[in-house]
């Protein structure tokens, strides 16, 4: 059973967010405030933390990288009062998973949710999965030996490259977000920014991509991440 932090100062909206998902199955632990919040999804294990925005004391932005400092692979769906495109693009590039904006249906919420999980399973299950050798477009690569060419030139991969290009291509056609390739790739240690990510992926480009400007393999998936086609 998913066990579900609700973290939000609003007590009926809190109450009906509480009643309904566990309805439909799911353990809920609840907080009033940013702090308490906080304290809770860092000691305890959640499967997923549905944020409000706006608290009082610590907003739900703070919380959010807070959380993600501690725990990166713990999903979090903001839920923002604003329908400002800036809000949502800083929650997500604090780490935040999605975003619901309120008023929203609980239809919507829990559809949200079960996307938002299935994302982390199929996250968790790519990171157990070993590859060995993968082939696409002109690139070959062998993950054993850590060797790669393209049109059989050697490539000069680091071993983070390796790891990043294996994960995405063991979630081939997937939409990968910037927080999953941090959390598989950096993990706990020094938090590096979304933009590492960003960073290291036009590197990765221009070491596979006949023309990194227009990638074949290696796509942008706006405010999102990416995804690999092969
Ligand atoms: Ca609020």
Redesign the pocket.
Known sequence: MAKVLII???VSLLKGLQDNLEEEGYKVVTASNGKMGLEKAVNENFDLVLL????PGMNGFDVCKEIKLKKIALPIIMLT?KSKESDKVLGLALGADDYVTKPFSITELLARIKAVMRRVNMHRQAKEKKLQTYKFGNVKVDFVKLEASRNNKKINFSKREFDILEYMIKRKGEVISRNDLLDVVWGYEVFPTTRTVDNFIARLRKKVEDKPAKPKHILSVRSVGYRFVA
Request: glycine share 0%; no cysteine.
């Open positions: 939000e100062d609003e409000d925005v706006m608290l009062a």
